[in-house]
T-cell receptor
Framework: GAGVSQSPSNKVTEKGKDVELRCDPISGHTALYWYRQSLGQGLEFLIYFQGNSAPDKSGLPSDRFSAERTGGSVSTLTIQRTQQEDSAVYLC??????????????FGEGSRLTVL | DQQVKQNSPSLSVQEGRISILNCDYTNSMFDYFLWYKKYPAEGPTFLISISSIKDKNEDGRFTVFLNKSAKHLSLHIVPSQPGDSAVYFCAASGVPGTYKYIFGTGTRLKVLA
């Protein structure tokens, strides 16, 4: 596709359930990021993938969060045993290169997660 | 610890006037800065960037100024238009060994017709 595609766009789940959020980056982009935006907050970095290198997981808030990127393309963010504080918009972004000073990130429209 | 700060959560400006959005950062290792614009229910979109080797970058109605000694950058929009109403995020990157973009908390700009 032309842009970063995320699914589902909206997800309502019960506390304690697991959820999976999917991101399809722009074709050819080697770097992929997950961010989240909680209500009234800025964009919080979660995880970064660059090519075949080990991901930078330093932003994941707890071990209930994990992400993988298969074949260097599609990524899945998994949240296990969801809690109400996990409610947020989860944004995926991709870029041509992982170098931090060579260009902007292209964001998807986000997946809004609501944990009841 | 918030490394990138946008201290004004909101700003209202009359159409045709200048909008000035401010951003402060604490990490002197940052060397690349970006501004993003976000409409409701959409992902952020890139607006303009500046490298630390410059102190100004201009693109149409948008100009970003960087003051490295003060660790401060600002986005100027002249003239402001109602379609500019959105949330604006500044972001910083460039710390060696990491590729994170650190975002501020955003400023909601409302341009009044």
């Amino acid at each position: 596709g032309a842009g970063v595609s995320q699914s589902p766009s909206n997800k309502v789940t019960e506390k304690g359930k697991d959820v999976e959020l999917r991101c399809d980056p722009i074709s050819g982009h080697t770097a992929l990021y997950w961010y989240r935006q909680s209500l009234g907050q800025g964009l919080e970095f979660l995880i970064y993938f660059q090519g075949n290198s080990a991901p930078d997981k330093s932003g994941l808030p707890s071990d209930r969060f994990s992400a993988e990127r298969t074949g260097g393309s599609v990524s899945t963010l998994t949240i296990q045993r969801t809690q109400q504080e996990d409610s947020a918009v989860y944004l995926c972004a991709s870029s041509l290169s992982g170098a931090a000073n060579t260009g902007e990130l292209f964001f998807g429209e986000g997946s809004r997660l609501t944990v009841l | 610890d918030q490394q990138v700060k946008q201290n004004s959560p909101s700003l209202s400006v009359q159409e045709g006037r200048i909008s000035i959005l401010n951003c402060d950062y604490t990490n002197s290792m940052f060397d690349y800065f970006l501004w993003y614009k976000k409409y409701p229910a959409e992902g952020p979109t890139f607006l303009i960037s500046i490298s630390s080797i410059k102190d100004k970058n201009e693109d149409g109605r948008f100009t970003v100024f960087l003051n490295k000694s003060a660790k401060h950058l600002s986005l100027h929009i002249v003239p402001s238009q109602p379609g500019d109403s959105a949330v604006y995020f500044c972001a910083a990157s460039g710390v060696p060994g990491t590729y994170k973009y650190i975002f501020g908390t955003g400023t909601r700009l409302k341009v009044l017709a």
